[in-house]
């Protein structure tokens, strides 16, 4: 259940199509209007001003052919690519206005991504010595779930679930209003019905939860903040049962702490931290 996902066509156009609406209002950019004429033709360059891992670049030419179909964008680099200071990630060539138009929208989208893909990397490379893998939650700025889940994988991390309606996810607040995790997991199992691709995962916070939980071959069973060496039981439990049940961590993980989360031996850790605390990286547009 750890999956790797793209975004259409038709998901983007809506994207860029709001977010010029934003931008641009009724009247379009103003200031480059009242300075520049049609005929007025500019070269730039969008180029990074920081070590870290791009992505966003996949939304350049969507964005700034709606503003000019006209306009040249050229890719450099791919999404995922490793960038240093100076590297060019876009040339463009056209109009000014159109330049200018879509620049702040090209950079937000390019600086926040680049920031949750490089911070994932980080991430992923603290357990590359481990099996374990990383994942996203839905703790994520709203309407740039899906691309913000997309930077995630640039990074080099998986996707969990993308919202509420692609996977039965039990809670601590699901099992409380339940009466206990077995009783959740019985009803979720029954609502499945005979449809094998719909995957159920419970979150246990104690090793009787677990237990209880193992009873009814969830899916997945999420550990939520357990202590280091409750995990390694948990690892073990899971392992001499026979059964197939994946284990994911979850809950405050650092990239101080991920190391030791991944060395207990889970399958996954589950990091909100990767989308909702990722500092935004340092790239600019140039006019040549």
Known sequence: MGFFMNIDEKVIGQLIDASLKEDL?????????????????AE??????CDGVCSGLYLLKPLFTKLDSSIQVEL???????MQYGT???TLKGKVKTILAGERLALNFLQRLSGVATLTSNYVAAISHTTARLLD???????????EKLAVVHGGGCNHRIGLFDMILIKDTHVKRAGGVGNALAKAIAFRGNDPALKIEAEVQSISELEDAMVHSPDRIMLDNMSFDDMRKCVAIIRA????????????????????VAETGVDFISCGSITHSAPSVDIHLLIV
Not at 44 to 49: E, G, L
């Open 44 to 49: 730039a360059v969008i180029r990074s001003k």
């Open 88 to 90: 060019i990630l876009c």
């Open 137 to 147: 939650t839905r703790k994520t700025t709203p309407m740039l779930r899906l691309p």
């Open 25 to 41: 209002g009724d009247r379009g950019d103003i200031t480059t209007e009242s300075i520049f004429q049609d005929s007025d033709m």
């Open 241 to 260: 049962s026979g059964k197939k049940i994946e284990l994911e961590a979850s809950g405050n993980i650092t990239l101080a702490s991920i190391a030791s």
């Open 76 to 82: 450099k680099v791919q999404d995922g690519a490793k």
